[in-house]
């Protein structure tokens, strides 16, 4: 099942308070930029972000789960209860860097 764009909107419009928020389609699916940084992966209507040291003791208790086939196992966000899951979302933000331009071919 693919991810509705209406869906990825509102994802987008619940996070406006973090940042610059934007999304782009990946792999049929989409990516959730705040401030240019890839921070919420929306895969078949259902938003996730990273588990990482920093976020595992704001997200304990949080249900988990894989985006796609292949992936390893990411935080599933409450979109609907941004509160809970702000705190996250920030500190990913603090420590995600910026993608770095990629080169063109010639």
Known sequence: MATNIDYVEYVCDQLRE???VRYRKMFGEY??????KPIVLVCDNAPFIKITEQTEPLMQGSSTGYPYQGAKL???LDIDNINSCLPAILKLKEVTPVPKPKKKKA
């Open 31 to 36: 990516m959730v930029y705040i401030d240019d």
């Open 74 to 76: 990411h935080y599933l």
């Open 18 to 20: 973090t940042g610059n």
